[in-house]
């Protein structure tokens, strides 16, 4: 089984930073891709940032030049760390990784956590 946990979200004033975690355990043999995800209510789930395990980012336009990606292989965990935040960024944030639970597994699978609400309020 696999395990995705979020954390670090919280209440934040316009302006101001958070930095997002997110750890994978449980039976593990490799992670490709890495990345966060948004929803806000009624709206659908929409693409913010990923990292390749080779350390390749992509990120959204919306977030190009304020939010950063970057993951620890060893620890099996990918970060957002995300500054100049507006109200328009307050959503849930969901991690997401691709990965292959044991060498003979194939294709990869895509795994989601639970998701870490972000809000943006003075």
């Known amino acids: 089984q696999v395990q995705l946990v979020e954390s670090g979200g919280g209440l934040v004033q316009p302006g101001g930073s958070l930095r997002l975690s997110c750890v994978a355990s449980g039976s593990i043999f490799s992670i490709n891709t890495m990345g966060w995800y948004r929803q806000t209510p009624g709206k659908q789930r929409e693409l913010v940032t990923t990292i390749t395990r080779g350390g390749t980012t992509t990120y959204a336009d919306f977030v190009k030049g304020r939010f950063t990606i970057s993951r620890d292989n060893a620890k099996n965990t990918v970060y957002l760390q995300m500054n100049s935040l507006k109200p328009e960024d307050t959503a849930v944030y969901y991690c997401?990784?691709?990965?292959?639970?044991?060498?003979?597994?194939?294709?990869?699978?895509?795994?989601w956590g639970r998701g870490t609400q972000v809000t943006v309020s003075s």
């Open positions: 997401n990784a691709n990965i292959r639970r044991y060498s003979t597994d194939w294709p990869p699978r895509d795994y």
